[in-house]
């Protein structure tokens, strides 16, 4: 039986799940399909939305449904409330839900899908993210045009509302929190800049200019590229309030760059303090600026071995088992 994958077709994090959950099925060798659809096949839906709304195959009868479902604690913001009742209202329709931490787990279980919640990690790809040498990272703030006496601080999300310029914060994923965290940390580094990557990030760029924060936002062509991004960074800061991942948390620490993060999604499943990064006991600016100092004061007891190990645990070539019963091809009884 074929898969059919189902992303969002915005060339951000989704599709970059969905490629790589491609990866994992070639190994597993599970059919798959991101364009030619049949009736009564398997679908995964990449984008909860896509299914919560109805859109692409409905009208198909798919034998199986599947979809992610990472983040969205209705603590956080109404409209996740709205969309757990909408989940729960189309609850009979889904075979299995694939989440990526714990919290969101429980919280799904308690609303009716226990035993169709599966934690599988948003994965990284150690092969592609791993820890430059001396020349490559003097090469990658070269070209960046990064002074040699600067402090990098990476952020790579999208935290604007919509697809525009995004001047509207997106507040689940702490921009507010970004900027007056870096606000605070210039005042006990002068030579900070901050590198950030992703669409919609108006909100943060005029917020940074406000506060004269120096930084760099910056496209890459390819979402291969984002890799020797990290090689430039001394640091990579997570300010979000609300999290399935980040996708950026793995990808720092297997790129050797300590994290520090707010106490959100796979990051607080995965992070011990001072062993493979920081997660913060609150989310407020001043705990993240005192954990960002100590972090790149250098006095701490982390180790790139710690985070690339973490990493490692968690790479993409590691996830085959774990899909395959999520579709069912171990064995198990997943379709209904």
Partial sequence: MTV???GDGYRW???ADVQDLEKILRKAEIHYSAAKFSVGADVFYANRYAFLEGKLVAHLRPSFVGLNYFHGHPNTHEKFSLLLDKLSNKGDRVTKIRTSHTAMKNLLESRGFEGRVQVIRIPVDCDAFRPPDRTERDAMRRQLGI?????????????GEGWGTGDRPKLEKGPDILCQTLTAY???NNE???LLTGPSRGFVTEELTRSGVNFLHVTPEHQADMAKLYWALDGYLIPSRDEGGPKGALEAMASGVPVVSTPVGQAKDLIVNDSNGWVSGTFEPEELTHLL???IAGSTQWTIGEARATAKANDLSG?????KEFFGRDGSANHK
Avoid at 319 to 323: H, M, P, V
Wanted: hydrophobic fraction near 45%.
């Fill in 293 to 295: 100092d100590y972090a």
């Fill in 147 to 159: 002074p040699d006496t600067a402090t990098v601080i990476g952020s790579f999300q999208k935290d």
């Fill in 4 to 6: 059919h994958l189902i």
């Fill in 319 to 323: 996830q085959t088992a774990a899909w």
């Fill in 186 to 188: 210039k005042k006990i």
């Fill in 192 to 194: 900070l800049l901050v």
């Fill in 13 to 15: 994090a989704t599709d």
